[in-house]
């Protein structure tokens, strides 16, 4: 009993970390974007910035073990216990074609869906970015039956609570489109008014790149022993080798730690990135450093954001490997409630009711569609007993 409240605890304490710091980095995010609209160039510093850290928690895990001792199995590469099949001898762990294949499609993830959300959120309100990606649950459901993934049966009550879900998202992205629009007429800002629609499509795009992520992502970040062992499409879509035991070929799955995937998701994301920012931002920055100077870049707000982007990478990562792809996306969802309700308050807006419904018809949702999940869950105890 105490040892099930102890994984609880744990599990709710990393959630409310994350919703803190995700709601702290939205209202850095779109300071930066307000003050220097170049998404493309934020993404390339937050992966610079994020491949950097990583590098450094590695060579401190590398060489203080009570370091490296603080965090849980998976973060690191297994440096201090020689016996371990996965002992690394080096700080990093090489780059091999297994790797860069495994992590070519996150970092392609993370490229495309950072541009579009970057995007969406220097055009549209913080509230509106957040409240679509409250969506990833329904394409998460529709990804898994497209592509014949195992998943949950749908039943009733989870019907219910997606539409409460989709319907909750309406009513939020349009009180928000009515308060930009008022706002645009009555600051005589009409480009802001003009452009809302293709901010939402980026936002919309950016949701249904880091759904399909979460998906593909479940199956890389599960580092649990009890889990390696078991190859499951629906939870683990990597390449994987053959290990041979005696006589007997076993299909495996290579796990590699989050720090690991999180310098080499950064560096490959980087690099698939450059090009599209040299042809399309760098002549901007050039030409603001060589006239105005390197203070015309906000490098605080860059560093700040960097900071709290690299934290919620490793709570997200952690939470990945520790519960199923939908629990994540639900845990996902509900920080992204705190992030609107954050919103809200720091922009000083009136809050409508229709706000207010539209916010709960989400919350309603969610609560449902657990209800409905730990039902559906103990029914398959029963049936297996």
Same mark, same amino acid.
């Given at each position: 009993?105490?040892?099930?409240?102890?994984?609880?605890?744990?599990?709710? &304490? &990393?959630?409310?970390?994350?919703?803190?710091?995700?709601?702290?980095?939205?209202?850095? =995010?779109?300071?930066i974007l307000t003050i220097h609209p170049l998404p493309l160039f934020l993404g390339e510093f937050q992966f610079a910035y994020t491949a950097f850290l990583a590098c450094i928690c590695c060579v401190l895990a590398n060489k203080f073990p009570s370091f490296c001792r603080r965090f849980p199995e998976g973060t690191f590469p297994q440096y201090h216990d020689e016996s371990h099949p996965r002992?690394?001898?080096?700080?990093?762990?090489?780059?091999?074609?297994?790797?860069?294949? =495994?992590?070519?499609? &996150?970092?392609?993830?993370?490229?495309?869906?950072?541009?579009?959300?970057?995007?969406? =959120?220097?055009? $549209?309100? #913080?509230s509106t970015v957040a409240s679509v990606k409250t969506l990833s649950p329904v394409c998460i459901i529709i990804i898994q039956k497209f592509f014949d993934l195992a998943g949950p049966q749908l039943g009733g009550h989870a019907y219910v609570s997606l539409a409460c879900i989709i319907l909750g998202v309406w009513i939020i992205v349009?009180?928000?489109?009515?308060? =930009?629009?008022?706002?645009?007429?009555?600051?005589?800002?009409?480009?802001?008014v003009e452009y809302s629609s293709y901010g939402i499509l980026c936002a919309v795009s950016s949701?249904?790149?880091?759904?399909?992520?979460?998906?593909?992502? +479940?199956?890389?970040?599960?580092?649990?022993?009890? %889990?390696? %062992?078991?190859?499951? +499409?629906?939870?683990?879509?990597?390449?994987?080798?053959?290990?041979?035991?005696?006589n007997v070929i076993i299909p495996e799955s290579i796990k590699y730690d989050k720090l690991t995937l999180m310098l080499y998701i950064s560096l490959v994301g980087f690099s698939l990135s450059f090009g599209w920012f040299m042809t399309w931002e760098y002549s901007t920055i050039y030409n603001e450093i060589t006239q105005i100077g390197f203070g015309s870049i906000?490098? +605080?707000?860059?560093?700040? %954001?960097?900071?709290?982007? @690299?934290?919620?990478?490793?709570?997200?990562?952690?939470?990945?490997?520790? $519960?199923?792809?939908?629990?994540?996306?639900?845990?996902? #969802?509900?920080?992204?409630?705190? $992030? #609107?309700?954050?919103?809200?308050?720091?922009?000083?807006?009136?809050?409508?009711?229709?706000? &207010?419904?539209?916010? @709960?018809?989400n919350m309603f949702g969610l609560f449902l569609y657990e209800r409905y999940n730990n039902r559906r869950k103990k029914v398959q105890r029963k049936t297996h007993l």
């Open positions: 009993m105490q040892q099930k409240f102890h994984a609880y605890s744990h599990i709710i &304490l &990393l959630c409310l970390c994350w919703y803190i710091i995700s709601s702290f980095a939205s209202q850095v =995010t779109k300071k002992y690394q001898r080096n700080t990093f762990i090489r780059p091999t074609k297994h790797l860069l294949l =495994t992590l070519l499609p &996150l970092s392609l993830f993370q490229f495309v869906g950072k541009y579009f959300g970057h995007m969406a =959120t220097s055009l $549209v309100p #913080i349009s009180e928000d489109g009515r308060d =930009t629009s008022r706002a645009g007429l009555v600051a005589g800002a009409r480009d802001s949701m249904l790149i880091f759904a399909a992520q979460n998906v593909y992502g +479940k199956g890389v970040f599960t580092y649990k022993q009890e %889990n390696s %062992n078991r190859f499951d +499409k629906a939870v683990s879509p990597l390449p994987i080798y053959m290990e041979r035991k005696g906000p490098w +605080k707000l860059l560093f700040l %954001n960097g900071t709290f982007h @690299f934290l919620q990478a490793m709570i997200a990562y952690q939470l990945l490997g520790e $519960v199923s792809t939908l629990t994540y996306s639900i845990a996902n #969802i509900m920080k992204r409630i705190v $992030v #609107i309700t954050v919103s809200w308050v720091v922009s000083s807006r009136r809050i409508t009711a229709n706000q &207010l419904l539209g916010l @709960f018809l």
